[in-house]
Structures are given as C-alpha cells and as structure tokens.
C-alpha cells in the first residue's frame, strides 16, 4: 500500500490501486451519503465509487465507451 502524507506529518495509507482525490460536494448531499453509508455499512468512500460508476455507466450507455485520453493533450 502506497503512503500519502496528511498535514502534519500523520501517514494514511491509500490502498494499491486507488488514488486518493479531493473535491468540493455540498454540505446536503454529504449528509446524504452519510446516512446511505450507514444504512449500508458501508463507508462513504465506496459510495462515492458506487455512483461514479452508475454515473459512468449511464453515460457510456447513451455515448459510448469512454476512452483513455492520449497522453500529452494537457491532463
């Protein structure tokens, strides 16, 4: 498992194959997640997994396959 480092020198592990992200979500649907994750028993990570891929899912559906973007276009 890789190591990222947090502010103030605590190590957190990230497990192999995952990429830790940061973004902004409004303070509503946390608080939704929330309450699925614990209906669940589940953390909130897995179901910001869960409807990223249904969100994927769905939009593969009406457009096709998403591609890997080539290397070099500025991402």
Do not use: H, W
Not at 21 to 37: D, H, Q
Not at 55 to 74: A, C, H, L, R, S
């Amino acid at each position: 498992m890789a190591k990222a480092t947090r502010k103030g020198g605590n190590p957190r592990t990230v497990p192999e194959g995952k990429t830790q992200v940061n973004f902004n979500i409004s303070n509503e649907i946390l608080e939704k997640v929330k309450v699925v994750a614990f209906v669940e028993g589940v953390t909130n990570s897995e179901i910001y997994n869960r409807a990223t891929a249904g969100f994927i899912d769905t939009y593969e559906k009406k457009n096709g396959k998403v591609k890997p973007i080539p290397k070099g276009k500025g991402f």
